[in-house]
């Protein structure tokens, strides 16, 4: 991981509940250019800082390394995949879409 993802993920993991606002940003900008790229990227830091890919694919039923692929910057995770990580993170797709 590079040095910003780094302190991406450990921003995260000390402050639990930046995760929403951190990820609702993302999906704000799904819509521009690059910006599905993006939001993987966003998914996966979360992930990370919440215990890891292990952790969380154990969390969603899914082999490690298919959340690996699914979370790269070029993956393509299908519907039933993202709602699985997104639930597994302790989110629900509806968080991302609403204000608070």
Request: aromatic residues 4%; without cysteine.
């Amino acid at each position: 991981m590079k040095r910003h993802d780094d302190a991406v993920v450990a921003m995260l993991r000390d402050d639990p509940a930046m995760a929403l606002d951190y990820l609702r940003t993302a999906f704000d900008e799904l819509d521009k250019p690059d910006g599905e790229a993006a939001f993987l990227v966003a998914l996966r830091h979360v992930v990370e800082a919440q215990g890891g890919m292990a952790v969380v694919a154990g969390r969603a039923h899914l082999s490690r390394e298919s959340l690996y692929r699914a979370l790269s910057p070029k993956g393509n995770p299908t519907l039933k995949t993202m709602t699985a990580v997104i639930r597994a993170t302790g989110l629900r797709f509806q968080d991302l879409t609403r204000a608070v």
